[in-house]
């Protein structure tokens, strides 16, 4: 086998109708429905106008095409390829899903904070193990404090950290149970949280 250099660009394109790239959403989907992240952001969300119709099936998209990989709002095209729709319903195209995002003030933000609780304490309570099922397992949580740097004097919720740098701060959260990957035992649940905070 050899690589042709023949061509300046290649592009590999994913349009199988009959095939779906990120299956592992949908265990994880189900899980945040039985958790009502769809419902929770219905009733704390306010965006205005159109853009902010359905909140909580933008929010559901937002948060699939993040855990299968999408950095970009461009990215978020990947819910949409091969036969995903027949999986998943209401996929948002990514400039609806960029609509809503840019319709938000720093004080959605907060909404979006007041459902990321909530939804936590949700999922707690369909995976009790989080927070002890009798077992005797431990649960760690490693919580790290972290700056995006932003740029513009008009950014929301913007500030100068503790580094000098001005941009948004954010919480990490990781949680590990016994038996995940890092106790070296087979794979169990293990999550990153990631939580905006004040500046």
Known sequence: MKLSHTRAATVAVFDDPNLV???GLVPVLA????AGLRDLADEHLSVPTDKGANAGLKVAS???GMLAGADSIDDL????HGGMGRVFTNAYAPSTLGSFLRAFSFGHVRQLDAVASRFLTALAVQAPQVVGDGTGGRVLVDIDDTIIEVHGYAK??????????RG???LLATV???GSAGDRGPAAAQGIVWLPTRG
């Open 21 to 23: 790239s990120s299956a």
């Open 31 to 34: 899980l945040a429905d039985a």
């Open 62 to 64: 937002l948060v699939a």
């Open 77 to 80: 095209a990947l819910l949409r």
């Open 156 to 165: 929301q919720g913007a500030g100068f950290g503790y580094f000098g740098v």
């Open 168 to 170: 948004l701060n954010a």
């Open 176 to 178: 590990s149970m016994t």
